[in-house]
C-alpha cells in the first residue's frame, strides 16, 4: 500500500514562528502537492513540485514556501506564521506525467496558530 | 479559475436513498476523473475512479456516469447509509510532466440522516 506520512497530526505554534510541516511518501512518486483545507473552501494548492528541488506555486503561495531535497520528502514552510494559517494542511503524492494516476493523501496535520 | 465545478455544496439524504453528485469540466485534455471520500480528521482516500473511454463505472453501492459530450461526470451513492456521511471531493487528472496535473472540485458534504 502507498504510505503518505506527515510528520505531526496536530501543531500549536506561536504568530511569529517559523514552522516545518513535514511530509513522506514510499512510492517513489514524482508528483507532490501540499494543500490547505478550510471549512467551505475546498483543496486549495499551495505548492507542487514534479521532481527534487523542481517546485510550482499552486493557487495561494504567498507566506509559503517549499522544500524538496530528496525524492521521498517535501516540506513546507510557514516563513512566519499568523493566525489566519490556522487550518488544516494535507499533503500528497503521485506517478508523474502519466494519467490514470490518482493521488495518495497523508492523514493531515491540524496548524493552530495562536 | 475553478477546473472542475463541483455541486451541490451540501447535501441531506435519508438512510437508503440515493446521493446525487455532480461535476463539470472544460478541459478536454483531462483524461482520468477519480472520487475521494474524506472522514472528518482524516486525509481523502480514493473511493473510485473513471476513464472518459466508458460512459459508466460501478463498484459496490457506488456509481460513476460519465457524459463525455456534455464534459459531465456524477458520483451516485445507492441505499446510502449513515457511515457514507463524509465530504466527497471530484478530481481531473491530465497526462503532463513538469505542471500540476490534478484539479479537484470545491467538495460536497454529504450528511445521511438514520
Known amino acids: 500500500d502507498v504510505k503518505v506520512t506527515q510528520s505531526s497530526r496536530y501543531l500549536v505554534k506561536r504568530t511569529g514562528e517559523k514552522v516545518f510541516l513535514e511530509c513522506v511518501q514510499d512510492?517513489?512518486?514524482?508528483?507532490m502537492f501540499w494543500y490547505r483545507q478550510d471549512p467551505g473552501l475546498g483543496l486549495r494548492l499551495i505548492y507542487f513540485?514534479?521532481?527534487?528541488?523542481?517546485?510550482e506555486k499552486g493557487d495561494i503561495p504567498e507566506g509559503y514556501s517549499v522544500s524538496r531535497e530528496k525524492k521521498e520528502r517535501f516540506s513546507l514552510i510557514l516563513e512566519s506564521a499568523s493566525t489566519n494559517q490556522t487550518s488544516m494542511y494535507l499533503c500528497?503524492?503521485?506517478?508523474?506525467?502519466?494519467?490514470?494516476?490518482?493521488?495518495?493523501f497523508g492523514q493531515g496535520t491540524r496548524l493552530t496558530v495562536v | 479559475q475553478q477546473q472542475v465545478k463541483q455541486s451541490p455544496q451540501s447535501l441531506i439524504v435519508q438512510k437508503g436513498g440515493i446521493s446525487i453528485i455532480n461535476c463539470a469540466y472544460e478541459?478536454?485534455?483531462?483524461?482520468?476523473f477519480p472520487w475521494y471520500q474524506q472522514f472528518p480528521g482524516k486525509g481523502p482516500a480514493l473511493l473510485i475512479a473513471?476513464?472518459?473511454?466508458?460512459s459508466g463505472k460501478k463498484e459496490g453501492r457506488f456509481t460513476i456516469s460519465f457524459n463525455k459530450s456534455a464534459k459531465q461526470f456524477s458520483l451516485h451513492i445507492m441505499d446510502s447509509q449513515p457511515g457514507d456521511s463524509a465530504t466527497y471531493f471530484c478530481?481531473?487528472?491530465?497526462?503532463?510532466?513538469?505542471?500540476?496535473?490534478?484539479?479537484f472540485g470545491t467538495g460536497t458534504r454529504l450528511t445521511v440522516i438514520p
Open positions: 500528497a503524492s503521485s506517478w508523474g506525467g502519466t494519467a490514470n494516476t490518482e493521488a495518495f
Open positions: 512510492m517513489d512518486h514524482e508528483n
Open positions: 513540485s514534479y521532481d527534487v528541488k523542481m517546485k
Open positions: 478541459n478536454t485534455a483531462f483524461d482520468y
Open positions: 473513471i476513464r472518459p473511454d466508458v
Open positions: 478530481a481531473a487528472i491530465r497526462d503532463q510532466t513538469g505542471a500540476n496535473n490534478l484539479f
